[in-house]
C-alpha cells in the first residue's frame, strides 16, 4: 500500500512540475547555443573559408562564406545585396546541424545610389531562430516576439529555416569538394 502512495505522489509531483523541468531543460539547452556561438565566432578566424554561390540572385550580388574546422562546417554567412537594402544571414552549426540561425534585414530609406540616401534613416530587424536535434526550439522573429508553441507558422518557419540551412550547407560543401579535386592533366606533353 505504501509503494502505491509513494508512487502516486510522485506522478503528481512531476505531472505539476513538468513545466519547470521542461522550462530548466529549455534554458539549459539555449545556454548550450549560446556556448556555441560564442565558441564560434572566438574562433572564426582561425577557420578555413570557403566561398560559394548565393542562394539567389539580386540586382547588386552576394556572397556566401563557409567556415570550416577540419572537415567540419562551423558557421555560414551569406550577404545579399540590393538597391533597397541587403540581407545578411549566419548559420551556425554543430556536427552538420544547425543550432543557431540570426537573420538581419536592413531598408534603405532610398535606393543606395539615390542623392537622397540616408544610412542613419536605414530600418534594421532581426530574426533568430534556436535549433536542438533538428527541431526549433525558439524564434524571435523581426518584432522581437518569442514563438515556442508549435503551431502552424511556427513549424512552417521551422521547416523553411531548415531547408535553407541545407541548401547552403550543401553549396557550401559541393564548393569545399570542387576546391579539394585537382585540376584535370594537361593532354599536351612536353
Known sequence: MYLIKAG??????????????????NTI???DIHDK??????????????WAEPSAETTEGGEV???FFKDSIR???????????????SIYYDKGNPVFIFLRESSYNVPFFDSAYNSSLTKVTED????YQGKMIR????????????DKI???NEEGALDFAKELYNKVMAADIRKKVPPPASSKTK
Not at 524564434?139 to 508549435?150: E, H, L, M, T
Open 75 to 89: 558557421l555560414i554567412e551569406q550577404s545579399m545585396y540590393a538597391e533597397s537594402g541587403k540581407s545578411e544571414t
Open 128 to 131: 533568430k531562430t534556436y535549433f
Open 139 to 150: 524564434w524571435i522573429d523581426a518584432k522581437k516576439q518569442v514563438f515556442s508553441a508549435r
Open 8 to 25: 502516486c505522489l510522485l506522478i503528481a509531483f512531476f505531472s505539476f512540475h513538468r513545466p519547470i523541468f521542461s522550462q530548466d531543460r
Open 65 to 67: 562564406i563557409g567556415y
Open 154 to 156: 511556427y513549424i512552417e
Open 29 to 31: 539547452i539555449l545556454k
Open 37 to 50: 556561438y560564442q565558441e564560434i565566432n572566438a574562433n572564426r578566424s582561425n577557420y578555413r573559408k570557403v
